[in-house]
């Protein structure tokens, strides 16, 4: 089925009193911004296109998100929260499954990887807006932010088994591990990535081949961290 967008309430809203609708202007608030910011980022859309877009008054949007940037962030949490509860979940099922000792690491790396592409194949037209958003905002403080809040519990989450697992390689080394998967998975998922290839391998080349690939180069580079001593 379908992921839906979170319609989790954002900081304190002001203006008006509850709507029985406030769930579906919510909903049709952040549809429409997900196609614009998509579309021409955030500081190129304007509140009135949004609200156009939703079919709105204008004067909903910042009744519910209060600014743009609100607006931004929750839908970047959206995706990121399904990303890493469903990260969460699988690495729970297999630290479970190996108790009491540890996963291997290329399984454990796996389920850092697995569900963007879960996601790709539930909804692939969600995860094209979604890695749009994030690369029309790279390098803003707003994208800082919104990925400190976003990365950094399921960094830690998964730095700490790798630790465990891995104790001869420096902590920084292992954030690095972790970084360099996230940044792989995000940039090598995209077809249009794949231009380099002839048409041929374009066709062989698969979203699982993709997967295989990341986990195989993340698991060597962590291995070879470890080989060296740090």
């Not at 900081?11 to 909903?27: L, M, N, Q, Y």
């Not at 389920?111 to 963007?116: A, D, L």
């Not at 698991?219 to 080989?227: D, E």
Request: hydrophobic share 40%.
């Amino acid at each position: 089925r379908r992921l839906a967008l979170s319609t989790k309430t954002t900081p304190e809203r002001r203006g008006r009193p509850r709507k029985t609708d406030d769930f579906d202007a919510r909903s049709a608030i952040l549809l429409a911004a997900e196609e614009v910011f998509t579309a021409k980022g955030m500081q190129g859309a304007s509140i009135r296109e949004i609200a156009l877009l939703a079919g709105i008054n204008p004067s909903l949007v910042p009744y519910h998100f209060q600014t743009k940037e609100h607006l931004y962030k929750e839908l970047i949490d959206a995706r990121a929260r399904w990303l890493n509860e469903r990260r969460d979940a699988l690495l729970t099922d297999l630290e479970e499954y190996h108790a009491p000792g540890f996963p291997p690491l290329e399984e454990v790396l796996g389920c850092f990887v697995r569900p963007v592409f879960e996601l790709k194949e539930k909804e692939p037209g969600a995860w094209s807006k979604f890695t749009q958003l994030l690369f029309n905002e790279a390098g803003s403080d707003l994208m800082r932010e919104v990925m400190e809040t976003n990365i950094s519990p399921i960094f830690r989450r998964f730095a700490t088994i790798l630790r465990r697992m891995l104790p001869s390689v420096q902590h920084a080394d292992i954030i690095f591990i972790l970084e360099m998967t996230l940044q792989t998975t995000v940039i090598a998922s995209p077809r249009h990535a794949r231009i380099m290839l002839d048409d041929q391998l374009q066709a062989e080349w698969t979203d699982e081949e993709t997967e295989r690939r990341i986990v195989q180069s993340m698991t060597a580079a962590a291995r070879s961290f470890a080989a060296s001593g740090r």
